[in-house]
């Protein structure tokens, strides 16, 4: 009696449920990247735009009904967050306004010396106290902000305009040692810095995340 031939196996790459099993993931995931790599040459595209997008956001019928749901749970949802009160289309932000909600004095007051503070410590002290001042009053009052972004703009343009006027004054040499020549402009550089980060830190301040209560005094998190 003579034994069976045996059937040779397939080739790896040919081996279909070796491919779509658990072990050949990392090798469809390569396909993924290889194959439309190879398209690309093959149509000779050099570069591409990619939009990242998500079809998991509820319908406005669904958002209602949970709505519903919640305030008959009892929770309390402030008229702001009604989808009727929603506007009908985006608004732009001046840059004039900060918007959002007005910190307490004493948060207030915290995040001016924490803003001035680290200003002073990027630029001068002079510097830092008119930072903080001018994060405490665009924390306060709402249209204020303009001093920050306006600040940060005209000091990167006065930045410029020290830059070009002393290297047409006095020709430094392009070397590694050329920004510090103009000290003027590097305090100047560094202060519009700080009046950037003092304008974000406004912002994340004032649009921070709060709390919602529920009527007995509960904190309900944010509806997603």
Request: positive net charge; charged residues 15%; contains cysteine.
């Amino acid at each position: 009696m003579t034994d069976p031939k045996l059937k040779s196996a397939p080739l790896a790459y040919q081996n279909e449920p070796f491919l779509n099993s658990p072990d050949g993931r990392l090798l469809r995931l390569m396909a993924e990247y290889s194959e439309p790599l190879s398209r690309f040459r093959r149509e000779q595209i050099q570069d591409t735009v990619v939009f990242f997008g998500s079809a998991r956001i509820h319908s406005h019928d669904s958002a209602e009904h949970r709505l519903v749901e919640v305030r008959a749970n009892g929770a309390h949802v402030p008229d702001g967050d009604r989808p009727e009160s929603w506007p009908a289309s985006p608004r732009l932000a001046g840059f004039w306004s900060s918007g959002g909600r007005r910190p307490s004095w004493l948060g207030a007051v915290a995040t001016a010396v924490v803003g001035g503070g680290v200003a002073a410590a990027i630029t001068n002290p002079a510097g830092g106290l008119a930072v903080g001042a001018a994060v405490l009053l665009a924390l306060l009052v709402n249209w204020a902000r303009v001093f920050l972004t306006a600040a940060a703009v005209g000091l990167a343009a006065a930045t410029a305009v020290v830059m070009t006027v002393q290297q047409q004054q006095y020709h430094f040499p392009w070397v590694i040692q050329w920004p510090a020549q103009f000290p003027v402009a590097n305090t100047l550089a560094w202060m519009a810095v700080a009046a950037l980060g003092a304008d974000a830190l406004v912002e994340a301040v004032r649009h921070r995340p709060g709390r919602r209560r529920s009527p007995g005094g509960v904190g309900v998190p944010p509806l997603c």
